[in-house]
């Protein structure tokens, strides 16, 4: 039964980080502040039930400075495709993120 209700928890804050991601991204254009907000409420929610953030979201979240990264906005997107992955660079801190395929 616990560990039920544990699967339970776990559920509602994936969803909810799920959601929150979604406010963040839409967020991100105009209000950069509260879209920051939304990324440490997932942060908090993603290590306080020990859910890990799925890899769409941690890809789409700045490793050096927590921006949400929408691209054509705030990120450009380009295939390497000689070495085959996908760098996303965040225009704010100017680093990129290699997502190997
Ligand atoms: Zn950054």
């Known amino acids: ?46 290590s306080h039930y020990k859910v890990p953030l799925p890899k769409r979201i941690r890809n789409g979240i700045c490793k050096h400075c927590n921006e949400v990264m929408v691209p054509g906005l705030n990120a450009s997107v380009r295939i390497v495709s000689s070495k085959r992955y996908v760098a996303t660079q965040c225009i704010k801190c100017g680093k990129e993120i290699h997502v190997h395929y």
């Open 1 to 46: 039964m616990h560990q039920n209700k544990k699967n339970i928890v776990k559920e509602i804050a994936g969803e909810r980080i799920d959601l929150l991601f979604g406010f963040a991204s839409k967020t991100i254009g105009s209000d950069r502040e509260q879209a920051g907000r939304y990324v440490k409420r997932m942060r908090y929610l993603s």
